[in-house]
């Protein structure tokens, strides 16, 4: 039993001009692009794809300020693309290519930064630190310190304490290496 079903009239092979004039009535009526004349069927040269630059260095330059100067709040994207003069998606897709991380990222990036050098300067509790630094729960200032710095931030600040001559606090500058975790 064939499953097959006859060939009927209308499949059969139209004469080539009846092909040509059902082409030029197709192209006529917008439905095809005209074919190429079989020379010309090389393939097109592909577009070259749209140069990412990021965000131009002013906008770049007043988000990175508007972070440190309010890096301990509840930032929202929709806040840092408002200073940015952008919209939302926009920005963040800018922000990364100019970067390298995403906005909250680089936010939890520069908390981090900062606990370390309160955690040198002072010795306040952890959770202290994680609240100044706008973190919300010490557990979570722990998770994202782990990450960042590969250690919790209460060995990290026993290591420091060990390498600095009785406790005293390292100066600033010595910071450099411990931030590029």
Known sequence: MSFHAAPSAADAVLPAQAHADLNAEVRRLKLLAPHPAPDDRAMPAPKPARARS???AWRLK????FMEE????????AEMARVAGLSRMHFAAQF?????????????????????KL??????????VAF???????AHFTTVFRRFA???PHRWRSEQMVRTPHGVAAPARALGSAHQA
């Open 54 to 56: 990021g965000l131009v």
């Open 62 to 65: 007043r988000v990175l300020s």
């Open 70 to 77: 309010h890096y301990w709040e509840a930032l929202t994207l």
């Open 96 to 116: 990364r290519i100019s970067t390298g991380v995403k906005p909250h990222e680089y936010l939890l990036r520069l908390r981090v930064e900062r606990a370390q």
């Open 119 to 128: 955690m040198m300067e002072s010795d306040e509790p952890l959770a202290q």
């Open 132 to 138: 100044s630094v706008g973190f919300q729960t010490q």
């Open 150 to 152: 590969a250690t919790t």
